[in-house]
């Protein structure tokens, strides 16, 4: 199941780039994202949420013994690969009429990305999960760098040398793993007792890379320049899925394997989230620019995601994971509104619209539940991931809850001031006044995203029910190892910050 799900996009990547024909290869494209999500739901009808066990495990030797093709997936590997194949049909949508250049390769490199995305998820062998990992920035590298806007080489090349060089040292830190212990395979990895000098290096060589991937501040700047320039499919993959897999990476690697090294760290990754969380804010407040203003608000929710996991209690951790599905759901559907009125007017600069409530009220409604869904207001997917994280993060640490808890406020802030400046006042210029409503193409893809944070919103345990199992396995390693005193919500940690 989890091979075809690799594998199936790949061979639609090779449909789609021998096809000289766009409109045959959009098709394709879009079919074989479809077939992909069909797959994924048939994971989520079968799996069994009330074990922390990994299900649908696959295992062959094709390497010779270097590493092996070991496939599976727990709740979170689920969530995050249901998030991805949910985004993927989306993506390929937004750029259905933008696009117009080399479609089928552009094409070929979502469906490819696809594929090396669901491997990331569902790898379960150090060695292939690494491959995969970096695998899937050669696709992003090229989204950026041929589709891009003005300044895409620079924004492309940017994006490329700040993840490799994190992921450098985590290569590092995985070769002396497997001599360390003796194999790539995954859980057991997570079940080895590193000795704690050698887990601070491993800790830190692994963070150099989700620390970038995230993104975390101050190795954050990546992010805004690659979100400008990448088209408006790229970054809603970019934002919806990519920057998961540095939460993922601590969740599958730091937490379970380095619990010790992980408590430790626990100060630095509190003080980074919380600088994160106003400073970026604040820079958020300042843009001109439509695409850097959501990108930045990325930068922000994502230190809510790792102050949750750094938290080491069950409401932190659950609450991470949510408001990584939440900001996938929700930047995605951001960056498309972005989209929608730049295929209008070509333009993301904020003082050039005004008024689109008047002559796009249809717009306008589903842009105010993202950016409600943005500042978690209560019955929205955003409210029920940074109220459990907020809760697992003052349980661990006051100082650190209360600084956090105004990216609320400031969250706040600045969405609602974008909203106001984009749907309100009177409309100055001719050729906004002249801007139609939403396409059954842009209906298309506005409803299942606005569906999907409503609902969650309301029901959040589509999210939590897949999750808790193997959070509850985390918790009972880190209370062997002596890193927290008990699995409840306050932790009493034996080490790091409290």
């Not at 990754?269 to 300042?286: D, E």
């Not at 930047?331 to 002559?359: K, M, P, Q």
């Not at 298309?444 to 944070?453: E, G, I, T």
Request: with cysteine; net charge neutral; aromatic share 12%.
């Amino acid at each position: 199941m989890l091979s075809a799900m690799i594998l199936l996009p790949l061979v639609g990547a090779a449909v789609v780039g021998l096809l000289g024909d766009a409109v045959r290869a959009r098709w394709v494209a879009l079919l074989t994202t479809l077939a992909v999500l069909g797959l994924a739901l048939g994971l989520w009808a079968g799996f069994d949420t009330s074990t922390a066990a990994f299900q649908y495990v696959e295992r062959a030797e094709p390497f010779g013994g270097l590493f092996s093709w070991h496939l599976g997936i727990d709740g979170i590997g689920l969530v995050l690969i249901l998030l991805s194949a949910f985004l993927m049909p989306f993506a390929i949508l937004a750029g259905w009429e933008s696009v117009r250049e080399r479609v089928p390769e552009y094409l070929a490199a979502f469906l490819v990305m696809e594929a090396f995305i669901i491997g990331v998820f569902a790898a379960l062998d150090l060695i292939l999960f690494y491959v995969f990992f970096e695998a899937g920035l050669i696709p992003m590298y090229l989204i950026i760098g041929v589709w891009g806007g003005k300044r895409r080489i620079y924004a492309s090349y940017k994006f490329f040398l700040y993840t490799l060089l994190g992921s450098v040292l985590m290569l590092l830190a995985m070769i002396w793993m497997v001599r360390e212990a003796g194999t790539t395979d995954i859980p057991a990895l997570m079940a080895h007792d590193f000795p704690l000098s050698a887990q601070r290096w491993l800790w830190l060589g692994f963070f150099a890379s989700f620390a970038v991937k995230m993104p975390m501040w101050p190795v954050h700047t990546w992010l805004p320049d690659a979100h400008v320039e990448a088209p408006t499919a790229g970054s809603m993959i970019l934002a919806g899925v990519l920057l998961k897999m540095g939460g993922y990476g601590f969740l599958r690697f730091s937490l379970p394997m380095f619990p010790e090294a992980s408590a430790e760290f626990v100060g630095l990754v509190f003080a980074l989230s919380m600088v994160a969380v106003v400073y970026t804010s604040l820079v958020a407040l300042a843009q001109e620019d439509m695409k850097k203003l959501i990108a930045y608000s990325s930068v922000a929710h994502m230190a809510f995601v790792t102050g949750g996991l750094f938290a080491l209690n069950t409401q932190g951790l659950e609450g991470a994971m949510f408001v990584m599905v939440s900001h996938g759901l929700v930047s995605a559907a951001l960056f498309f509104c972005v989209g929608v009125v730049y295929d209008r007017l070509h333009t993301r600069e904020i003082a050039r619209y005004g008024g689109l409530a008047t002559n796009m009220p249809r717009y306008a409604l589903f842009f105010l539940l993202f950016t409600l869904a943005s500042i978690a207001l209560p019955g929205t997917s955003g409210f029920v991931g940074e109220f459990l994280a907020l809760m697992g993060i003052f349980s661990a640490s006051s100082l650190a809850g209360v600084v956090m808890a105004t990216g609320v406020i400031l969250g706040a802030a600045y969405m609602l001031w974008l909203y106001a400046r984009v749907a309100y006042g009177r409309i100055v210029h001719d050729d906004v006044r002249a801007m139609p409503d939403l396409k059954p193409r842009e209906w298309a893809v506005m409803l299942p995203l606005a569906a999907s944070v409503l609902w969650l919103g309301v029901n959040p345990g589509p999210v939590l029910a897949p999750v808790r199992a193997p959070v509850e396995s985390l918790m009972a390693r880190l209370v062997e190892r002596g890193v927290v005193a008990d699995a409840s919500l306050s932790p009493a940690r034996a080490t790091g910050a409290g």
